[in-house]
């Protein structure tokens, strides 16, 4: 079992940011690959971002040049800056940590079976 806890979600207005954090144990940088995904209701799960642990980072198409994945080892800390922000990435954001994949860590062929309960964004 990974305890991943995210935090940051809120509602803002179009063109507004907003910083997720995702708080996870502290083995998970020598094993696992890090990311974000997204479900918005009635639409398909969307990996966002992904992460490995030297900081090479993957984004999906929809996000490239808004959103910023990044990771700070000693704080065993998960980010997501959202900037320029749309009503369509209004979702449930979740944080997601997945071995199966490791260390090639591209977001478009990780899995989320290991992830946390999800942070609420609201664009409008």
């Known amino acids: 079992h990974v305890q991943l806890v995210e935090s940051g979600g809120g509602s803002v207005q179009a063109g507004g940011s907003l910083r997720l954090s995702c708080a996870a144990p502290?083995?998970?940088?020598?094993?696992?690959?890090m990311g974000w995904f997204r479900q918005a209701p009635g639409k398909q799960r969307e990996g966002v971002a992904g992460?490995?642990?030297?900081?090479?980072?993957t984004y999906a198409d929809s996000v490239k040049g808004r959103f910023t994945i990044s990771q700070d080892n000693a704080k065993n800390t998960l980010y997501l800056q959202m900037n320029s922000l749309k009503p369509e990435d209004t979702a449930l954001y979740y944080c997601?940590?997945?071995?199966?994949?490791?260390?090639?860590?591209?977001?478009?062929?990780?899995?989320?079976?290991?992830r946390g309960q999800g942070t609420q964004v609201t664009v409008s």
């Open positions: 997601v940590a997945d071995p199966s994949v490791f260390p090639v860590c591209v977001i478009g062929v990780m899995r989320t079976d290991y």
């Open positions: 502290g083995y998970i940088g020598n094993k696992y690959c």
């Open positions: 992460i490995d642990r030297d900081g090479i980072t």
